[in-house]
Structure formats: C-alpha cells, structure tokens
C-alpha cells in the first residue's frame, strides 16, 4: 500500500506538470484580443500583386485556419485597404500576400504607423520582402528584400539554428528540403534568424559557402514582424515543415507585443 500511494503521487506530480507545459505551450501561441478577452482576434490579409506567386492560392491555405483559430478574418485584394487607419488599429496582425507592385504615400504611412504601434505583420516569400522596392522603410520595417534567386526553382536545405531550437516558431523542426526558389536577400542584421539556408557554387561560384536567413522576427516600434522566404508558389506549403513554420509565425506576430 505505501509503495501504491508513492506511485499515485508520483502520477499526480506528472500529471499536475503536463497541464502547466500544456498551459504554457498555449499560452505561448494565444493571439490577443485587441478590445477584451470576449472579443474575436482580427486578422487581415491583404493580396495581389504579380500572379506568378499564386497569392490568392496561398490565401485559401492559411484563412480558414486562421478562422479555426478563433480570428476573424477580413481578405482584401486592394492596397486600400491600408486607407483606412483607425479600423488598422484595432487589427491583431496584417499578413500581406503582394509581390511587387507600388503603394501610396497614405497606404504606407498607415501601415508603417500601426505596425511601429503594436499591430502585427507577418508574410512570406516575394509577398512580403519584394513588396514595394521603392519604398526604403517599408523594407527597414520588414527586415530585407530579395535580389536573386540563383539557379530558379531547386533542391535545397533549410537548417533550423540550433540555439534556435526552443523557439516557439521552429521548436521541434528538424532540418528539411525545399525543392523551389532559394531566396538570396539583402537582410538587416538587427533581425533574429531563426533557420538559414547555404548555397553552393553550382549557379552563382562567387556565393559558395553564402549562409542566408530563410526565417526570421523582429520588431518595428512595438509592432511584432515575421518573415520566411518560402512559398514561391501554393505547393510549397505541402512541406510539412513550411506550412507549420508560416501558421507559427503568424500567431507569434499577433501576440502583443513584448517590447
């Protein structure tokens, strides 16, 4: 009986620290409410730009999980979206899908105050890093932009860093291939990379041994940015690991920010 009652103790003490990981594992990917516990998290996802990156596509994948999450979900094929300032504010998080093209004084101006004001961003590929390649702030917000993807559609490997490997948008990723674009881009250093990708000499000689960032956060003012370099097209995110590091990113740039 006495050595009985130890296990049960024992099974309860494990029990008791399984609900407080759980807990904290939720509470680490729990989007806030921009007016009240009671009220939906807001997302809106902007898309457009050069079809050759399937952004309506893309969209389909991640809307109706954002709705599973709990968001509610706006989509919207117009940059003026972007107009209207004080309904921007009281978004969780912006994922924008739109490669290319040109935005408006106005539209960036709002966009870059409520993000520097706490909303989040979050995107991938050309939709996010080759937006507007006039625009100088827009790409200091987001934290690079492409210039090259040597080679075009090809076999490579993303490396999660491992002193990233606790992070909640890789935690439990292993290294994985990608057969698509592997994106070389200008990056600010201020960003915390969270996987890389190396090239090789096969296409462009003079980049052998390049590591570049494929996935990274960062902050602009209080607002929580995200960005992965995957996604060149819709089928990319059939890559387990891809789609997984994209859903994480953005629930990560909806929490408040910390800053």
Aim: aromatic share 10%; glycine share 10%.
């Amino acid at each position: 009986m006495k050595l009985k009652g130890k296990t049960s103790h024992g099974v309860i003490r494990i029990g008791l620290l399984c609900l407080v990981l759980l807990g904290a594992l939720v509470y680490s990917f729990a989007a806030p409410s921009s007016t009240g516990p009671d009220t939906p998290k807001k997302a809106l996802i902007v898309w457009g730009g050069w079809e050759g990156h399937e952004p309506k596509q893309c969209v389909d994948i991640f809307a109706p999980w954002l709705k599973e999450q709990g968001f509610e979900v706006e989509i919207s094929n117009s940059l003026d979206s972007y107009l209207d300032l004080e309904k921007l504010k009281k978004l969780d998080v912006i994922i924008q899908v739109y490669t290319q093209g040109t935005i408006t004084a106005e539209q960036e101006r709002n966009l870059l105050e409520v993000v520097k004001g706490g909303v989040g961003l979050a995107g991938w590929h050309g939709g996010l890093a080759d937006s507007f390649r006039s625009n100088t702030e827009y790409q200091f917000m987001v934290g690079g932009q492409w210039v090259a993807h040597p080679g075009g559609i090809i076999d490579y490997e993303v490396n999660v860093l491992p002193e990233k490997k606790n992070d909640p948008i890789v935690q439990g990723l292993k290294d994985f291939k990608m057969h698509s674009e592997q994106y070389y881009l200008h990056v600010d250093p201020g960003v915390e990379v969270l996987a890389t990708t190396t090239f090789s000499d096969e296409y462009a000689p003079w980049i052998k041994g390049v590591v570049m960032p494929v996935v990274w956060k960062k902050h602009y003012g209080q607002g929580r940015v995200f960005y992965c370099s995957l996604g060149h097209v819709a089928a990319d995110f059939n890559v387990p690991e891809a789609r997984e590091i994209v859903k994480r990113g953005i629930l990560w740039a909806a929490q408040a920010s910390d800053k």
